[in-house]
Nanobody, 123 residues
C-alpha cells in the first residue's frame, strides 16, 4: 500500500501562491491516479485535481482551473499542486490520495490518503 505525506501548506494573502507536495513511500505512482482533494469546515471533501501518472493526463474542478496546476516528479516520487491567485474560499485542509488507474473517478475509489495540510488564505 502507498503511504502518502503532504507538505507545503500555510497562511497566504489573497492573490498569493503556495505549492503543495505529496510524497509517496512504499511504492511508486505507476499505475495510479493521484488526486488532490480539499475539505473546508462544515463542508464535504471535494475533488480539486488529479494526475493519471502513466499518461500525464490531468483534470481540474472548474473552481481552480487556470489557477492550480498538478504535476508529477518521477525522480522525487512526488505529485505537486501549484496554487496561484489564491482566494479566501480556497481555505481548507488539502489531502492527496491515490486510486488504481481504470477505477471509477469517485472519492470512494481512492484507497490511500495522506494526513492533510492546512491552507489558509486571509489578509
Amino acid at each position: 500500500q502507498v503511504q502518502l505525506v503532504e507538505s507545503g501548506g500555510g497562511l497566504v494573502q489573497p492573490g498569493g501562491s503556495l505549492r503543495l507536495s505529496c510524497a509517496a513511500s512504499g511504492r511508486t505512482f505507476s499505475n495510479y491516479v493521484v488526486g488532490w482533494f480539499r475539505q473546508a469546515p462544515q463542508k464535504e471533501r471535494e475533488f480539486v485535481a488529479h494526475l493519471i501518472w502513466s499518461t500525464g493526463s490531468t483534470s481540474y474542478t472548474p473552481a481552480v482551473k487556470g489557477r492550480f496546476t498538478i504535476s508529477g516528479d518521477a525522480a522525487k516520487n512526488t505529485v505537486d499542486l501549484q496554487m496561484n491567485n489564491l482566494r479566501p474560499d480556497d481555505t481548507a485542509v488539502y489531502f492527496c490520495a491515490v486510486r488504481r488507474q481504470f477505477t471509477p473517478n469517485s472519492v470512494q475509489s481512492y484507497n490511500s490518503w495522506g494526513q492533510g495540510t492546512q491552507v489558509t488564505v486571509s489578509s
